[in-house]
């Protein structure tokens, strides 16, 4: 295969992971006899410093241009400035937008070798592997929003939940394709007992089980039920559905099932053009330029980019074969590390995982 791939390091760590994620595909390149392309573009904070612009239009060119994307981190504390006119995250909403991307795809599998470093009891956590799709360009962050002044120096502020038929069908029909494809159960979380949003939610989603995905076993739960069954009975779930905001929150309170932020990628894509792969952690701004971040997330995130962009299924399941044969063989960054266990740094576990990925 003849690929193309933006890479959009951005700041903190995110140059020293993406450069270690960018030697995986390298040598996924060469081993199974591909030609992968890697074209490097500014965002965020660096791209501010360097063009006034946290997303510049040769980023957007580059990146509409590609099959995919792999994204590092944005941000840090030298672009806080409340009154700056522009921030590093505002090029992370943009390029979302600008690749129309409405889907976030956040798998939630903790490896066996790590499931003691998570903070619930590892029968508890066992056997869970639950991929979120959760709706990624509608809802409140998106709706109308207001802030007024009222009398007696009180203010009122609002912000608008809003979805369209439209938005719903299309994330619902992507999540039942992969629970199609898995083990064939899929969620819907919602909050019908008290918004009306969800109760438009819960009507085109129970319409289009009933219709078209009659053969999935397909349930409903209020989410604040779902937050509670994530940290008492996770293995009970497969793909779980759900808005933005409610996706949001439930990711967040998930990712810590496999113990470490540095174990989690992600993945937001669209109906059409390139999607957007990451590891789901910040940009670290504390360890940047140590050589300690952990690069495994950002090394599966290149993998679901294998997987969901250019349908290479098994270089994708070699890479992370060679992630788990690492953690087997008991290799830990810092933030994996129990008390008297070594840690090794960023390099040196993408060694690892290269040679892993080799043996194979």
């Not at 992971?17 to 390149?29: M, N, P, T």
């Amino acid at each position: 295969m003849d690929a193309s791939f933006v890479l959009l390091s951005g700041d903190g760590i995110g140059p020293e992971i993406v450069s270690q994620a960018k030697r995986v595909l390298q040598l996924v390149s060469d081993k199974f006899g591909h030609k992968f392309r890697f074209d490097e573009h500014l965002i965020g904070g660096i791209a501010i410093d360097e063009t006034g612009d946290p997303l510049p239009q040769a980023t957007i060119d580059a990146c509409r241009a590609s099959q995919a994307v792999l994204l590092g981190a944005v941000g840090g504390p030298k672009w806080d400035d409340p009154s700056a006119k522009t921030r590093p995250e505002a090029g992370l909403l943009r390029i979302r937008k600008e690749l129309q991307l409405f889907a976030n795809l956040r798998p939630i599998r903790p490896f066996a070798e790590l499931l003691d470093a998570s903070p619930l009891k590892r029968e508890v956590v066992e056997g869970t592997d639950i991929l979120f799709y959760r709706e990624l360009t509608g809802g409140i962050y998106f709706g109308p929003s207001s802030c007024e002044d009222l009398p007696g120096g009180q203010q009122r502020a609002t912000s608008t939940m809003v979805y369209e038929t439209f938005e719903i069908e299309r994330i619902f029909r992507l999540a039942a394709e992969a629970a199609r494809s898995r083990r064939g159960k899929l969620t819907m979380v919602d909050k019908a007992n008290v918004l009306e949003v969800s109760r438009l939610w819960r009507r085109v989603c129970g319409r289009l089980a009933s219709s078209e995905y009659c053969d999935l076993d397909y349930d409903v739960v209020l989410v604040d039920a779902m937050a509670m069954h994530l940290i008492s009975r996770p293995s009970s779930f497969d793909v779980v559905v759900t808005s933005n905001l409610f996706g949001d929150i439930l990711t967040d309170e998930a990712s810590m099932l496999p113990g470490s932020l540095g174990m989690l990628p992600s993945a937001s894509v669209g109906a059409n053009g390139p999607g957007l792969f990451e590891p789901i952690h910040g940009s670290a701004p504390d360890i940047a330029g140590k050589g300690i971040a952990n690069p495994l997330a950002t090394i599966l995130a290149a993998a679901m980019m294998l997987r969901h962009s250019v349908g290479l299924q098994q270089e994708a399941d070699a890479v992370e074969a060679a992630v788990q044969a690492v953690l087997a063989a008991g290799h830990r960054t810092s933030d994996l590390a129990r008390r008297g266990e070594k840690a090794i740094g960023t390099v040196e576990m993408t060694e690892h995982v290269l040679a892993a990925l080799s043996r194979q």
